[in-house]
DNA sequence: CATGAAAAAGAAGCGC
DNA sequence: GCGCTTCTTTTTCATG
């Protein structure tokens, strides 16, 4: 492992980036938390409406699902179609 | 799989708000992923600029924790060592 | 966070526990990764015998997706009945 | 999906091959799945005992590593705290 | 070495 | 509230 120590103005650059990448990642992870939220709060919302939550998580999963499935199935011709030399 | 989808005007009502809930959901965690690929592109940069992202991770998560916490995992972890003879 | 510190033969007692989960777990750990290495092994020589290693680990794990596909199917079932209150 | 299979005397000696590969590595991957069940075992039984299991984890991470790589981990981890403030 | 897939770990949500 | 499952995140591994 290479641990490069900085001295000086040097070490004093590195810690500024490095706080700020640390402090734009957290702000990023803020902003991602808050959709989180967002997204409980209409579940919660579907479920005063009588939705069944999990029925619903579940079904929006699956829809997710469809569109990866087409994906890996093109992948996965292309894949034997490497494999047998096309 | 056939989902039973009720007729008449209430169930009419049903199925919209469904589509409602489902559509808003989607678009929510559409966002919550492009946050997550603006996380991770920040940490490829930080890579680039010399940095362990693992370590970078790491302390971005101690951030996330109390004083306290931290401490008392500390110390938890510092008994387990001693136990072991490590 | 409760952090008990035990003192004399309780102390004793407590380590010594520690130690044989601790070896317990590395043993088993160690079996694990070596079944990793035989299969590793398996499809080395697959490479060997002409076959494409990527394209039978998708292979394989589509299998195991079916599988799993199927159990999905009737827990979703049973989710829809049961939030239909049948 | 369709697979094709070759056939004739030479695409049944590929396609046994094919399958006892399979077959074997389902085989050992449910071995491994197995005792990854009969860790999670001794973790469950941990806890019970009043063992912290997310330190345990940690702590059998670290006997992993070697030596140095430790040093070298927490010397990062460290420097990276300390021009954070932290 | 960088990318992408598979495994492991950790966190969260759910029901009992 | 607690355990159990599910989902997310992290880390590791393999391949090009």
Not at 28 to 40: N, P, R, T, W, Y
């Given at each position: 492992?290479?641990?490069?120590?900085?001295?000086?103005?040097?070490?004093?650059?590195?810690a500024a980036?490095?706080?700020?990448?640390?402090?734009?990642?957290?702000r990023l992870?803020?902003e991602k938390?808050?959709i989180?939220?967002?997204i409980k709060d209409?579940?919660?919302?579907?479920?005063s409406a009588?939705?069944d939550?999990?029925?619903?998580?579940h079904?929006?999963?699956?829809?997710?699902?469809?569109?990866n499935?087409?994906?890996?199935?093109?992948?996965l011709?292309a894949?034997?179609?490497?494999?047998?030399?096309?």
């Amino acid at each position: 492992m290479q641990v490069h120590i900085p001295v000086g103005s040097e070490g004093e650059f590195v810690a500024a980036r490095l706080k700020s990448i640390v402090d734009r990642v957290e702000r990023l992870e803020e902003e991602k938390s808050a959709i989180g939220v967002d997204i409980k709060d209409i579940f919660t919302e579907a479920k005063s409406a009588g939705f069944d939550v999990k029925v619903l998580r579940h079904v929006i999963r699956l829809r997710k699902k469809s569109d990866n499935e087409r994906d890996e199935e093109e992948t996965l011709l292309a894949l034997y179609k490497s494999a047998l030399g096309m």
